[in-house]
């Protein structure tokens, strides 16, 4: 009987595959989209490249990192060596220079944690934000979409996870909860510690790309092509992956003591990392260590009132898995 009930239970799961694709594919950028998204960067390569012809242009974020729904912000980087001049006033220079030009609500942002230009183009109808030798970010694009050509389940599952965040208003950095790069963290780490295993973990393996940025090591494999169909052991379906991973962080994470480790491919503790008392704003609610400035906590912008929000999502979401009829339609219910 209680096989029975099992079989039940999986066959039912499954059934939510087909329109969780759909909504999937739904989700993933034209062609077009991206060749938009090219001209925009040949144009603005060429107005940078006027002032300093030496700076290099790098596209990162959710347009290079694989994980970019449909009509996205794009997000650049200006690789300058300017060592007289700071990030501000290179800033400041920036936004001139782009406003002088066809670019439509130019805005220079000096105070933000990282300080940017905001602009949109008419042409393409795209808005983007520039920042100045970010070049981490750069990086962790990359591991990003290293990540994604491994199995194709991750892409889905996080497009999904994204799409719900979205949705249900907890992917707002600045109204204390998680952003989406924190976001595809904690999909990928799901899919390392499923097991078998769906995603190896390409920073304990042998190095074959190695940069230092800003003194900090980033080393991992990246030749992913060579390890063929990773996932394969590991049946898992898309519905299966959704619901376990609603379930994980509803009702299996360990809040009080657990941080989740991409770079180590497994759960670390707080202690050891000395993230168990509050250091100024920083107060370690959710842990997401980053995968390469590993002081860095990327749930340090959840504060006593958004864990509660995001813990309540999650067992919310977790429960319409587990018992709803229609959890496609119910999931992604806005706000
Ligand atoms: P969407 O724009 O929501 O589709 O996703 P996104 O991946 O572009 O996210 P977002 O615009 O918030 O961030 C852009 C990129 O900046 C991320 O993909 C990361 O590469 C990087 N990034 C964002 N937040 C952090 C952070 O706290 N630390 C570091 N090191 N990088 C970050
Ligand atoms: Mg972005």
Known sequence: RMYKRQVICRRDINVFNVPFLAIYESLIP??????????????????????????KLYLYGSCANSFGVSKSDIDVCVAIEEADMDKAKIIMKLADILQSDNLQNVQALTRARVPIVKLMDPVTGISCDICINNLLAVVNTKLLRDYALIDPRL???????????????????????????AYVLMCIHYLQMRRPAILPCLQDMDTTYCVTVDDVNCAFFDKVEKLGDFGRHNKETIAQLVRGFFHYWAYCHDYANAVISVRTG??????????????????????????FETSHDLGRVVDKYSIKVLREEFERAADIMQNDPNPCNKLFEPY
């Open 30 to 55: 034209p062609e077009e989209e991206k060749l938009k998204q090219n001209q925009l960067v040949a144009l603005l390569e060429k107005l940078v490249n006027k002032e300093w012809p030496a700076a």
């Open 266 to 291: 497994s759960i670390i503790s707080k202690r050891e990392k000395d993230w168990t008392r509050r250091i100024g704003l920083d107060r370690h609610l959710i842990c997401i260590e980053d995968p």
């Open 155 to 181: 892409r889905q599952l996080a497009f999904i996870i994204k799409h719900w965040a979205k949705s249900r208003r907890v992917n707002e950095t600045y109204h204390g909860t998680l952003s989406s790069y």
